[in-house]
């Protein structure tokens, strides 16, 4: 949460770098951030940067599986910024994202989901 508020009203495009093959390789990423570190850049830039490479990755991913569909779900898309950047991405790309609208994606939206199996099950 705390780097989600960095960015406060930050717009940029750039993305740290990471390789994605069977398994996402995270070290270039780190090597960029302790660059960054290292060069005093600025805490709301360092965020942005590693949000949007969150969201490269959800693409990424999406590209190797190439299903058209992708649901968007997890506590980490109770991130705001992560969220709207990863459907604007995805839809940039070809994709059709869904996303937690009424339910909440962490654990609220899976209780709901064992009360409708329970619910099944009788």
Not at 64 to 72: C, F, I, R, T, Y
């Amino acid at each position: 949460m705390e780097l989600e508020f960095a960015i406060n009203d930050l717009s940029e495009d750039a993305h740290y770098s990471f390789i994605l093959s069977d398994m996402i390789d995270w070290a270039p990423m780190i090597r960029e951030i302790l660059d960054d570190l290292g060069n005093g850049i600025d805490v709301g830039r360092m965020a942005i940067k590693f949000h949007n490479s969150l969201a490269e990755i959800v693409v990424g991913v999406a590209k190797m599986v190439g299903v058209e569909k992708v649901a968007l779900s997890g506590g980490c898309f109770q991130n705001r910024y992560l969220t709207e950047r990863s459907i604007k991405r995805l839809e940039a790309e070809g994709f059709r994202p869904y996303w937690h609208q009424r339910l909440p994606p962490n654990d609220g939206g899976i209780s709901v989901g064992q009360l409708f199996a329970a619910g099944c099950q009788g």
